[in-house]
């Protein structure tokens, strides 16, 4: 059955898969005998080198190890962060690719759900700035243990620890210097989230 996960699969394998579409939220789809791999980090088209990290009823999870076959699309990371924190998924993709990934996503929900035929939904509207062009954040503070120190950020990717972070590449460059401050002069310690932001 497609929806059974194949009796040779388990967490730790590695593979070459294809990927074959992208999910909504980023993640890249790749499957294995029909079973479908989601691959954070990867581009349709792309063949990669992945590891198997969970495995469940109806899906498995892997973390990319390698692109053994580049998309065209793919572009260098602006940020020094990419892929360690989460609050960016497509900075590996070009953002024109972008733009057709997002577009064609809300076609099949409006296709899928709303029974829509793909064409009512309109162009995309490109953002004029793809950087520097969000005028909140929200910084959180957490003890590291291991560097025995807070450290000021936003969540991983991979779980709910904060990485520590100096700037952000979406955020007005006004709230990166605030974000400095911060980190100069700390809050309290009870206070475990501070929100910086910009007027309009």
Same mark, same amino acid.
């Given at each position: ?60 999870r892997a973390k990319l190890l390698q692109i053994l076959n580049p998309s065209s699309d793919r572009v260098d990371p ?16 070009d953002y024109k690719a972008q733009q057709h990934i997002k577009l064609e996503q809300v076609r099949n929900l409006f ?5 829509? @035929?793909?064409? $009512?939904? !309109?162009? *995309? ?10 005028? =909140?954040?929200? /910084? ?7 560097? @025995?120190?807070? $450290?000021? !950020?936003? *969540? ?10 100096? =700037?952000?590449? /979406? ?10 401050? $911060? ?18």
């Amino acid at each position: 059955m497609e929806d059974s996960v194949p009796n040779h699969l388990n967490a730790g394998d590695r593979l070459e898969i294809e990927i074959i579409d992208m999910a909504f939220g980023g993640e890249g789809v790749g499957k294995l005998d029909g079973f479908v791999i989601f691959v954070p980090f990867v581009i349709t088209g792309e063949v990669a080198l992945v590891e198997i990290t969970e495995c469940k009823k109806d899906f498995a999870r892997a973390k990319l190890l390698q692109i053994l076959n580049p998309s065209s699309d793919r572009v260098d990371p602006k940020c020094q962060y990419f892929g360690e924190c989460g609050g960016c998924q497509y900075q590996h993709i070009d953002y024109k690719a972008q733009q057709h990934i997002k577009l064609e996503q809300v076609r099949n929900l409006f296709q899928r759900i709303g029974g829509f @035929k793909p064409e $009512v939904v !309109g162009d *995309l509207i490109p953002c004029p700035m793809p950087f520097s062009y969000r005028n =909140r954040i929200m /910084i959180r503070r957490q003890w590291d243990k291991y560097q @025995k120190k807070a $450290v000021y !950020g936003f *969540l991983r990717a991979q779980d709910r620890l904060v990485i520590d972070l100096e =700037r952000c590449e /979406i955020a007005e460059e006004a709230l990166n210097e605030q974000l400095l401050e $911060v980190r100069k002069n700390p809050p309290p310690r009870n206070m475990q989230k501070v929100v910086l932001r910009m007027m309009p």
